[in-house]
């Protein structure tokens, strides 16, 4: 059958006491723009629950996948609805979804009825000891288990009654642009669209930063960013990418710096630039995708002389405490994995020096960027100036 309503689960946003509305209506007004596309749908709000109401044709499959990527849903039921608030009308319809959801009657349940009309003559408890006995009338393979059921079937009786058994889990957090917005530095590998993903799980409205240097990256590397965007784009909404070009900064740095200092130098550089382009499209932050230790750059000492390269922005880096089997769990849930693996090289990795200082002092450091003063400050201007805007969607 093709369901006519939806009801929508939410956790972290019930917390949020008086400004809870402020937090669905937002989570409300994501579900309207994504399921435009798929037909004509009504998003509405009641005290502690959100509907999503069909009222033309629509592909099931589609529905699903648009409704279980939005944050802040924790889970999607499809639900029957009753019209008549009549005991009679409940009964027949609660042993009907059972026919028509489950095949194979041998299974547990329990009935979890809500009376939130208390002008409905049954109470919650006779409601589920009444409707489990019909059940069982009905489907005598069927037996009772209040501890830990297969099936809950849930009923709520409202102005009408809504019959739900299955909940679709959704990707939880809080909906897209309650918490600010911030600037990802996005690169070809694992790491970066996975901190994009958490950080926008948080309700975070999301921004990239990609540094290409041709002819040292290739096209594939830059589309590969692209694609990465458009992935994490499914949950995140359009990402406006900023493509910076990286090469001339890049090459001032190689002949300019210690070799076993360019990674360190260049990432200073590159937060920089980050920062600049953040704060022009008002954001509050930067993210990225380090692990502590997991490479030479990503060590303490590394990220404490890295992090003083700019003052204006804080730094977020959800995967800071992660191994990188943890993040590959996740970009492999999220569907950015099998991009991230293709073999096509980010700037990052184009110049890394043999042996890479992994302890760098600040004080040499800055000592070596001396020696780009009056170099490198054009080129980060032009490099800015350059950009090149791409809408991932």
Known sequence: MQYKMFLIKYAEIGTKGKNRYVFEEIMCKR????????????????????FVEAFSDYDYEDVMKVLTTIFGIVGVCPVKVVEELSYEAISKAVVAHVAEEYNDKHFTFKVNARRNNKTFPKTSMELNCDLGADLLDAYPDMTVDIHKPDVFINVEVRNVTYIYSQIIPGPGGLPVGTNGKGMTLLSGGIDSPVAAYMIAKRGVEIEAVYFHAPPFTSEQARTKVIDLAKIVSKYSGVIKLHVVPFTDVQLAIYDNCPHDELTIIMKRIMYQIAQEIALKEDCQCLITGESIGQVSSQT??????????????????????????????????????????????????????????TKPKMEQILESEKALVGKIEPLIAKAVEDVEIVYCR
Do not use: N
Not at 309 to 338: H, N, W
């Open 300 to 357: 303490t000492q590394s990220l404490l002389v890295i992090d003083s390269a700019i003052d204006k922005l804080p730094v977020f880096r959800p995967c800071i405490g992660m191994d990188k089997q943890e993040i590959i769990d996740i970009s492999e849930k999220i569907g950015t994995y099998e991009t991230s693996i293709l073999p096509y090289e980010d700037c990052c990795t184009t110049f890394v020096a043999q042996h890479p200082v």
């Open 31 to 50: 579900m309207r723009a994504r399921l435009k596309p798929l037909g004509k749908f009504e998003v509405r709000r009641e005290y502690g629950r959100i």
